[in-house]
């Protein structure tokens, strides 16, 4: 089953949020919000977006 | 009576009389147990996304998260992180789940757990485990309620008691009366008027504290003001805190009960999948929540109790009336939880530790998980008289850490059935006394300093004890085997 492929996606929000050293810190800031903030609240929407991706692309195999 | 304590009061009236209208929805007999617990396995997509979403997005998110934020900084933002990388997680064990009871007619975790290794010792640990940890999530719903409801009482928060007490009788009630349809119809309600408050907060709120650089330079400079300083950014060493305790979080966060039950119910397992993708639309909302305890930092709130912080802010920036319809988001957002929470923790006493002494099936296990969630709202309310936590959120955290010790058993067995239920039910008992004694040692912090190799490290309590729980699972699941052998 290649399509299975598609879920190695949902490891990068793991990487993206749980090493906090890559994003804790001051700039660049967007509206005035440190990077630290709007960095992690940009991932809900990228895991939502590969969420998306991933159900699409699997949905009529089975885990 | 100023229009704020009206709009509220008119508002819990009105989703109480939804909550018993909604007994008739789709004309069910309410008497089998997957019609009054699991709304007859009816739920599409629209449906299941807000009930999910009113079912996950708790006082946790509206009043626990701020206050957290508010009062430790950068920390406060590991709730982030974690509704981010449940959904990967969901997507993936509740697809199976779903797939599993359906098939099988399972209504609970311990249901599956039962089948899948024939033994009744570890199904009844599996239960227990879920009726324990939803109790202080209930509680941590009714401090949410009692932060709104004291806004309301001059004299302090303990006059809040008759408001709380009263609301928490009527959601036993229309919750005993129509089951999962009820808090599934009020979610509609609830969800609606959050994302209203949410999105007039974050327009108003920032801009009038002079936009969002200022919000944040105020509550950096408040922070490190305070008699045991803290910033809004992390120090190295809350590193590994804030990844455990995110990491920690999303691994429990769908083998709750309450969520169990509100999944249990979708129609078909695209409606799961399809709801991994979008729910965390609500983590957005969260995210900007606990921003809000910023804002209270730098409107220059300032309280003991921490709870408080985001209905003092509303009271501060909206209009009366505008703060009547935020408080109700609150409240109603505390009372859809609390009910699902009470279903789901019945379920698994009726079906799973009372069933194990009868016979008899639906009829009677209905009548029993009916009667066991008002026993459970009792319970509940008396834990927040008598449980004094310096956070609220700790309430959560700690129900996780004794919540997550059913994960070998349950997630890992949805794919393996190498483990032994012995060596399960003993990685079980290992973990729930790490857990509580890591927890007693720490004075009921959700963290843990472990000293180890000349270093500290500090991390989340409900990871320490998984791991201890899987590798004893693992080594007495060997030794069993070579014993048989």
């Known amino acids: ?63 | 009576m100023s229009s704020a304590a009206l709009i509220l009061g008119v508002s819990v009236t009105g989703v109480t009389a939804l909550g018993f209208i909604a007994a008739r929805w789709g004309g069910a007999n309410l008497r089998d147990l997957e019609q009054w617990a699991l709304g007859g396995r009816s739920f599409g997509t629209i449906v299941s996304w807000f009930l999910l979403g009113g079912d996950l997005y708790t006082a946790y998110t509206f009043v626990a998260v701020p206050a957290l934020v508010y009062g430790v900084g950068a920390l406060g933002f590991f709730a982030v992180p974690y509704a981010t990388i449940a959904y990967p997680i969901a997507l993936i064990v509740l697809s199976k789940f779903w797939t599993i009871a359906r098939d099988r007619g399972y209504v609970t975790t311990a249901d599956f757990v039962r089948d899948r290794y024939n033994d009744r010792a570890l199904e009844i640990a599996i239960a227990l485990t879920g009726v324990v940890a939803a109790l202080p999530y209930i509680a941590l719903q009714l401090v949410g309620m009692r932060a709104v409801f004291s806004q309301f009482s001059t004299l302090g928060a303990m006059h809040a008691f008759p408001a709380l007490t009263v609301a928490f009788v009527l959601l036993a009630a229309y919750t005993y009366t129509s089951g999962l349809r009820a808090p599934a119809m009020i979610a509609f309600v609830k969800d609606t008027l959050i994302y209203v408050t949410v999105i007039a907060a974050v327009t108003v709120i920032p801009a009038r504290l002079g936009g969002w650089g200022h919000v944040f330079s105020l509550s950096a400079a408040a922070l490190a003001a305070r008699p045991k300083p803290s910033s809004i950014f992390l120090g190295p060493p809350q590193y590994f805190t804030y990844a455990t305790m995110a990491f920690g979080s999303a691994l429990s966060l769908f083998i709750y009960p309450h969520s169990i039950t509100s999944v249990l119910a979708a129609r078909s397992r695209e409606v799961i999948r399809r709801n991994a993708a979008l729910l965390p639309i609500y983590s957005l909302l969260l995210g900007l929540l606990a921003l809000l305890g910023y804002c209270a930092l730098a409107a220059g709130i300032s309280t003991k109790d921490t709870t408080s912080v985001v209905p003092q802010l509303f009271a501060r920036f909206f209009p009366n009336w505008f703060v009547g319809v935020a408080d109700a988001a609150i409240a109603i957002g505390a009372l859809v939880p609390a009910a699902i929470m009470s279903i789901g923790a019945a379920n698994l006493f009726a079906s799973n530790v009372f069933r194990e002494f009868s016979l008899q099936r639906s009829q009677v296990e209905t009548v029993i998980a009916k009667r066991l969630t008002l026993a459970i709202c009792a319970v509940a309310l008396l834990f927040i008289f008598f449980v004094p936590v310096p956070y609220a959120i700790d309430f959560q955290l700690l129900g996780g850490a004794l919540m997550l010790q059913i994960f070998p058993a349950f997630v890992l067995g949805l794919w393996t059935r190498w483990f032994h239920p012995k060596a399960l039910l003993a990685g079980w008992a290992c973990g729930l006394i790490a857990s509580c004694a890591m927890a007693y040692a720490g004075g009921f912090s959700a963290n843990y300093s472990l000293h180890a190799f000349g270093g500290t490290l500090t991390g989340f309590i409900a990871l320490y004890s998984l791991a201890l729980n899987l590798a004893v699972s693992a080594v007495l699941t060997l030794l069993l085997k070579r014993g048989t052998t």
């Open chain 1, 1 to 63: 089953m290649r399509r299975r492929g598609w879920y190695l996606l949902l490891v990068l929000p793991f990487i993206g949020t749980l090493i906090p050293p890559l994003y804790n810190h001051a700039a660049p800031t967007l509206f005035g919000m440190p990077f630290f903030y709007w960095y992690q609240l940009a991932w809900v929407l990228v895991t939502a977006g590969l969420l998306g991706i991933v159900v699409l692309m699997t949905r009529d195999g089975r885990v």
